[in-house]
């Protein structure tokens, strides 16, 4: 079974211009979640996305938005980058979502705002 | 305070030796808990899952809760080169995950 894919896999942006990301889970799982990972940080939960539709959402401002599709493929998007917006940005599938244990982690996306 | 806490390291062991990571966390409510094991340029990948207190183990690594104290810690027996790698600790309250910074681990042969 082939595993959990996000692209791109390193992007540049620059302040004021928007991202999208894209995460494709791992064929059967329904739930798709974003993290981001910073140094400082680590890896702080964005939102949940389950069956196309938001489930949980982190603590993150409006700026960073996702959905899904039918075939539960998943796009983040954040606009108006910010220097801090700097991370890497993982996407994790599973089964159960975040109610299971179980989640399977993506390569990331190595986000450079300059 | 962050939900998860955890030593950042470096850490830096001789191969053969044994490897404590350790982590704290501040609600009481927590109940499940996970190690993962994240390489460079890759994502986390989940090593251990325990559930409420108590000593889970899965060949030479053993992963320990005392929610008395709301501690969490991974053992690492023979630790080998290959184990060289960036460990998270993480708890799931809710429907959240909440994650550790992460413990950077450099095993030397």
């Known amino acids: 079974k082939a595993g959990v894919t996000q692209t791109p896999r390193y992007l540049i942006k620059t302040r004021g211009q928007q991202v999208t990301l894209s995460c494709s889970p791992i064929s059967g799982h329904r739930s798709v979640s974003w993290y981001q990972q910073t140094p400082g940080q680590g890896l702080q939960f964005l939102f949940e996305y389950f069956s196309e539709t938001q489930r949980n959402k982190g603590n993150f401002p409006g700026r960073f938005s996702g959905r899904q599709f039918s075939n539960s493929r998943s796009e983040m998007n954040v606009s108006t980058l910010e220097l801090g917006d700097s991370a890497l940005y993982l996407c994790?599938?599973?089964?159960?979502?975040?109610?299971?244990?179980?989640?399977?982690f993506g390569p990331g996306t190595r986000l450079t705002v300059t | 305070q962050k939900e998860v806490e955890q030593d950042p390291g470096p850490l830096s062991v001789p191969e053969g030796a044994i490897v404590s990571l350790n982590c704290t966390y501040s609600?009481?409510?927590?109940?499940?808990f996970m190690w993962y094991r994240q390489y460079s340029r890759k994502g986390p990948e989940l090593l251990m899952y325990t559930y409420s207190s108590g000593n889970k183990e899965d060949g030479r690594f053993t992963a320990q809760v005392d929610k008395s104290s709301k501690y969490i810690s991974l053992f690492i027996r023979d630790s080998q080169p290959s184990d060289s790698a960036t460990y998270l600790c993480?708890?799931?309250?809710?429907?959240?995950?909440?994650f550790g910074t992460g413990t950077s681990l450099t095993v030397i042969p």
């Open positions: 994790a599938s599973s089964l159960e979502g975040l109610a299971g244990s179980q989640q399977y």
């Open positions: 609600n009481s409510a927590f109940q499940y």
């Open positions: 993480a708890a799931r309250g809710g429907n959240q995950f909440y």
